[in-house]
């Protein structure tokens, strides 16, 4: 089975860029969860979404952030215009059951640079 | 919302010593406080974890521990090696009503040969 795929790895971007961060889930994990790390701080929770739809987007730092699941397969979180504060390492989890733990498998990140 | 705080920030052993790591949490509703080591540019993998009807839970060289009334739950490294070298979270959830992972800052442990 394969596990939690992110694309890309890296990204080094300008401050003022564009960047667009893939996520591709467990397949049949109808839940998808986005966190960010911050050098040395913890990881934070960016936001959920059950199947296509948005279930808890409370974690989203601004409006600069723009998250999508299309058909409820893969994600897509947008940065625009990245800021130098949003550096970090971007986390992608799924879990097959809305609620419970079982299952919890995170992606092995974007490291994000913004220069 | 919960809070949890993880101590120390850094840990250096030598081969063979144990090693451990306090996480405190501020929410009695969580239930669920799994432990993720990262090592070096991988994800974060789940190592152990322990729901609140437990108190303590074994696997190999790795246990955890948990204190409902004080809220703080504890992760025991015994006999370390040096690929036991990574950084370490904790976490809390709250099965049944939430979804979302609480992170501790981390602690990155250094097993010495």
């Known amino acids: 089975e394969a596990g939690v795929t992110q694309f890309p790895s890296h990204s080094v971007i300008e401050k003022g860029q564009t960047v667009t961060l893939r996520c591709d889930p467990i397949?049949?994990?109808?839940?998808l969860y986005w966190y960010r790390r911050v050098m040395g701080k913890e990881i934070k929770f960016l936001l959920h979404f059950v199947k296509e739809s948005k279930q808890d987007e409370s974690g989203m730092p601004n409006n600069r952030f723009l998250a999508e699941r299309t058909g409820g397969t893969y994600s897509t979180l947008k940065v625009q215009p990245a800021e130098l504060e949003d550096s970090g390492v971007y986390f992608c989890?799924?879990?097959?059951?809305?609620?419970?733990?079982?299952?919890?498998?995170f992606g092995s990140g974007t490291r994000l640079t913004v220069v | 919302g919960e809070n949890v705080e993880q101590h120390p920030s850094t840990l250096s052993v030598q081969e063979g010593d144990s090693a451990v790591i306090k996480c405190t949490y501020s929410?009695?509703?969580?239930?669920?406080f799994p432990w993720y080591k990262q090592e070096l540019g991988k994800r974060p993998q789940l190592i152990i974890d322990i729901r609140s009807n437990v108190g303590e839970k074994k696997d190999q060289r790795i246990a955890v521990t948990l204190n409902k009334t004080a809220k703080h739950f504890s992760l025991h490294i015994t006999e370390t090696q040096p690929e036991d070298s990574a950084v370490y979270f904790c976490a809390a959830l709250t099965e049944g009503s939430n979804y979302k992972l609480t992170f501790g800052k981390g602690t990155l442990l250094t097993v010495n040969p």
């Open positions: 397949s049949g994990h109808d839940n």
């Open positions: 929410d009695s509703a969580s239930n669920y």
């Open positions: 989890a799924s879990s097959p059951t809305t609620g419970m733990a079982y299952g919890y498998t």
